[in-house]
T-cell receptor
Framework: GEDVEQSLFLSVREGDSSVINCTYTDSSSTYLYWYKQEPGAGLQLLTYIFSNMDMKQDQRLTVLLNKKDKHLSLRIADTQTGDSAIYFCAEKGSGGYNKLIFGAGTRLAVHP | NAGVTQTPKFRVLKTGQSMTLLCAQD?????MYWYRQDPGMGLRLIHYSVGEGTTAKGEVPDGYNVSRLKKQNFLLGLESAAPSQTSVYFC??????????????FGEGSRLTVL
């Protein structure tokens, strides 16, 4: 079945770059997403990439998509303490109706 | 613009009790969803609705019922709560297919504990 996998924890020093990785199984996914969840809050869309793109850059965020390996990554440049959160990778499931398949989430801890 | 609002935000139940979580959205979205979030498991889809009066099962529907009597509201019911239903529940909504990127807009979550 459809599955999205990502590592559970990442710790980085403030000012360094963070790279969060994700693998997915549904090669027909049209969109892939990164959501951010801050403590005690719901998920908010951080960025997305359409399946016909290899890279998308948005200020400090860079998304890389390797369709051959079904691998998605999110790079955060100059990571700040405000970036501490849980980051979820998600793919649009094959069942339609915008049903998203989420990974378990990567908890990013930024330390001074 | 309130977006997606969930009530209540916290609830403690005893095993066997029933309750209803209410989700309301003011964005005129066609699609609405209920997910549960458990540690290490991400979000799993419980039920969803693609329009007023329609509902469908997601990945983990057992023990839950839903209703969408009005377009803006999506209710999640637990008829006989079990400890395994202790979780954080998120409601989300989105535009219908063909309108936008399929982004889901989430509420702030409802933390349910079943003793």
């Amino acid at each position: 079945g459809e599955d999205v996998e990502q590592s559970l924890f990442l710790s980085v020093r403030e000012g360094d770059s963070s790279v969060i990785n994700c693998t997915y199984t549904d090669s027909s996914s049209t969109y892939l997403y990164w959501y951010k969840q801050e403590p005690g809050a719901g998920l908010q869309l951080l960025t997305y990439i359409f399946s016909n793109m290899d890279m998308k850059q948005d200020q400090r965020l860079t998304v890389l998509l390797n369709k051959k390996d079904k691998h998605l990554s999110l790079r955060i440049a100059d990571t700040q303490t405000g970036d501490s959160a849980i980051y979820f990778c998600a793919e649009k499931g094959s069942g339609g109706y915008n049903k998203l398949i989420f990974g378990a989430g990567t908890r990013l801890a930024v330390h001074p | 613009n309130a977006g997606v609002t969930q009530t209540p935000k916290f609830r403690v139940l005893k095993t066997g009790q029933s309750m209803t979580l209410l989700c309301a959205q003011d964005m005129n979205h066609e699609y609405m969803y209920w997910y549960r979030q458990d540690p290490g498991m991400g979000l799993r889809l419980i039920h969803y609705s693609v329009g007023e009066g329609t509902t469908a099962k997601g990945e983990v529907p057992d023990g839950y019922n839903v209703s969408r009597l009005k377009k803006q509201n999506f209710l999640l019911g637990l008829e006989s709560a079990a400890p395994s239903q202790t979780s954080v529940y998120f409601c989300a909504s989105s535009y219908s297919i063909g309108a936008g990127t399929g982004e889901l807009f989430f509420g702030e979550g409802s933390r349910l504990t079943v003793l």
